[in-house]
């Protein structure tokens, strides 16, 4: 009776613990289908299906605030501000330029101010542009300009008369520059490389110098002393005008051609003209400034020939020796030859070029 009791509470044991597992188990799965109705979506994972080419064409950018019924259009070719082309009046070879940015436009007398205060003192011409965006064109500043402009652009002459620059007016010029976009807020220009630009400067200087040749002509008193009111009305005559350096200047629609100056030590003013004398007078030609040397030079022969026979003198160089038609085909020869050279280096002589790097 005992052993049969014992077997039935161990069958019961085992049949409560049966249920209870069980019921565990209806529990875990209940919990698990719940769980899956309420994190299930309806709607397609885009990261793991292929997309077509209709949504990939347009592009949704991620955006903050209320949107509109309708998606605001931006224009198809959005704008794109581009850096300007250097000022014709600039060369590469002959300028180091460098070009100021703004974001807002600038007051040209603001930056002209602060340029003319940051820049003084270099050896050689520095100018400064300002692009008009309305008519797409650089236009030359000056203390008188006013207005507002995006882009400037200064340029530091490398050559002239008395050489190239050094590394003292690079580093005065580059470092004067980028002070003068800091104080305007403008962005930071590019600037030039020193090395490069230096180099390039020595060698122009170098071409220049072989080819900057000044040829004078002189006429001298026979006898006595040539009188300055005879000197004025022969002058005059010829179509030649005084000018403000004290020379006599022959032009041929505005381009200069040569000049006829004092031998002597004085110079040609009006006030002291009538009572001047001199021994002789001097006719030069400035080979690089002038378009047509060979022409010059025929109407500077003609000019001295006329001088010496109505005042009485006779031509001759710098020696003193006679100056005839043979040494005047040479000399006229030897003009061209320069001028062939210079026009082989794209510096037309008497150019706008030219008339910059032959100037003191």
């Known amino acids: 009776m005992d052993s049969e009791l014992?077997?039935?509470?161990?069958?019961?044991?085992?049949?409560?613990?049966?249920?209870?597992?069980?019921?565990?188990?209806?529990?875990?799965?209940?919990?698990?289908?719940d769980a899956e109705r309420a994190f299930r979506s309806e709607h397609r994972d885009v990261l793991l299906e292929p997309r077509a080419e209709s949504e990939t064409a347009e592009r949704?950018?991620?955006?903050?605030?209320?949107?509109?019924?309708a998606p605001r259009r931006f224009s198809e070719a959005p704008v794109k501000r581009t850096?300007?082309?250097?000022?014709?009046?600039?060369?590469?070879?002959?300028?180091?330029v460098i070009r100021l940015e703004a974001i807002e436009a600038l007051e040209v007398a603001k930056v002209w101010a602060i340029q003319s205060e940051q820049l003084a003192g270099l050896s050689k011409p520095v100018r400064w542009f300002g692009f008009n965006d309305a008519?797409?064109?650089w236009l030359p500043l000056g203390p008188d300009s006013s207005g507002a402009c995006h882009w400037f652009c200064a340029a530091l002459q490398l050559v002239n008369r008395q050489g190239?620059?050094?590394?003292?007016?690079?580093?005065?010029f580059t470092g004067g520059v980028q002070r003068v976009a800091?104080?305007?807020?403008?962005?930071?220009?590019?600037?030039p490389l020193r090395a490069e630009t230096l180099n390039a400067a020595t060698e122009l200087d170098r071409f220049c110098a072989d080819v900057d040749v000044q040829i004078g002509v002189n006429v001298v008193a026979r006898d006595g002393q040539f009188e300055g009111r005879d000197i004025q009305r022969l002058a005059e005559r010829h179509s030649l005008r005084l000018g403000g350096d004290g020379c006599f200047h022959a032009l041929d629609d505005d381009e200069h051609l040569f000049t006829l100056g004092n031998l002597e030590s004085g110079l040609f003013a009006?006030?002291?003209?009538?009572?001047?004398?001199?021994?002789?007078?001097?006719?030069?030609i400035d080979v690089p400034r002038v378009a047509r040397g060979g022409m010059a030079f025929d109407r500077l022969m003609r000019t001295a020939t006329e001088l010496a026979r109505e005042l009485g003198g006779e031509i001759v160089d710098d020696n003193r020796a006679p100056f005839?038609?043979?040494?005047?085909?040479?000399?006229?020869?030897?003009?061209?030859q320069f001028q062939a050279r210079m026009a082989e280096h794209d510096m037309p002589a008497g150019g706008p070029l030219a008339q910059r790097l032959f100037s003191l």
């Open 6 to 33: 014992q077997i039935a509470l161990i069958g019961a044991g085992i049949a409560a613990v049966v249920l209870i597992v069980g019921y565990n188990k209806w529990q875990e799965r209940k919990h698990r289908r």
């Open 60 to 69: 949704k950018e991620p955006g903050i605030g209320v949107q509109d019924e």
């Open 83 to 96: 850096t300007p082309e250097l000022p014709r009046l600039l060369d590469p070879r002959a300028d180091c």
């Open 135 to 137: 008519d797409n064109v």
């Open 164 to 172: 190239s620059i050094g590394e003292t007016d690079f580093m005065r």
């Open 182 to 191: 800091d104080a305007v807020m403008a962005l930071p220009p590019g600037l």
């Open 270 to 284: 009006p006030e002291s003209l009538k009572g001047l004398v001199t021994r002789g007078l001097t006719l030069v």
């Open 324 to 336: 005839g038609a043979e040494a005047a085909a040479i000399i006229r020869s030897q003009i061209e």
